[in-house]
């Protein structure tokens, strides 16, 4: 098929819009940002699309919670829509805001009889964590991490550790291969102490897919490191040939040609 289209989802607060648009067009796709009131509008318009991608930000300011307000505009105006678009095989794409946001959607880890399953709240440290992190990916079927076994990304937030709602529900996420990127530290080691866990996320997650793997949310920023140039150590380590962000979103782009 042709190029696939991206429709960036913003929203007031919203900043990595821009960025975000950049690296979809270097992976070879045609992005467009569009204010979440213009989808509104036109909800149908979405079926022109191929990648539906929420950005990284502070939507509405986070005054009521880390991605709340545009996560219930979506779940109770959009819902339709977009699970018509998952259904056709379509890819969704949440970072950081964007990943609590489909949080609060159902379409990354939908509610049962008991309520919420997963959240994301405030980091353990109580402050917001600014760094680059090491990530460890088990990949299995999400479309966007095929190929890929490890990254080293930044994170840029003040809500990011993830929680299952108890030992239950994580370990049937882990199950069914849903938890497919964790913060790792240096060595390697299954247990990533802070900062290397930057958050205190749960068993280390740092990303996590739905059962079809064509809905991922992570929290670091891989629109941020999409070349060489932008990485801490980029003059003093060996030249990749493209930033580890990239690869994600050339992988979204790659599925539909």
């Known amino acids: ?13 919203t900043n990595c819009d821009h960025e975000t648009a950049h690296a979809f067009s270097l992976a070879g796709g045609v992005p467009e940002s569009w204010h979440v009131n213009r989808l ?6 979405i079926a022109d699309y191929q990648v539906l991608c929420v950005p990284g930000g502070f939507s509405y300011g986070d005054d009521v919670a880390a991605g709340r307000i545009l996560g219930n505009q979506m779940q109770h105006h959009l819902a339709g829509v977009v699970e ?3 259904a056709a095989s ?3 794409l949440g970072i950081c805001n964007g990943f609590q946001i489909l949080l609060k959607t159902n379409l990354l880890a939908a509610p049962d009889s008991k309520g919420a399953t997963a959240t994301l709240t405030l980091n353990d440290s109580g402050k917001f964590e600014a760094r680059w992190v090491r990530l460890k990916v088990e990949a299995n079927r999400c479309v966007f991490l095929q190929g890929i076994r490890e990254m080293e990304l ?5 809500e990011g550790k993830f929680v299952a709602r108890d030992e239950k529900v994580f370990a049937e996420m882990q199950a069914s291969g849903r938890l497919v990127m964790r913060y790792t530290s240096a060595s390697g080691a299954d247990a990533a102490p802070y900062p290397a866990n930057p958050n205190g996320a749960m068993g280390d997650v740092a990303g996590i897919c739905d059962e079809t793997g064509h809905v991922f949310g992570l929290m670091p920023h891989p629109e941020g490191f999409v070349d060489w140039t932008q990485h801490p150590r980029w003059t003093r380590e060996p030249k990749r040939e493209v930033g580890d962000g990239l690869r994600l979103f050339q992988n ?4 539909f040609s």
């Open 90 to 92: 379509k890819l969704v």
């Open 252 to 255: 979204a782009v790659r599925y």
């Open 154 to 158: 930044r994170v840029a937030h003040g």
């Open 1 to 13: 098929m042709a190029q696939p289209r991206i429709l960036i989802l913003r929203a007031p607060g």
């Open 84 to 86: 018509e678009f998952r």
């Open 40 to 45: 509104l509008e036109e909800p149908r318009r």
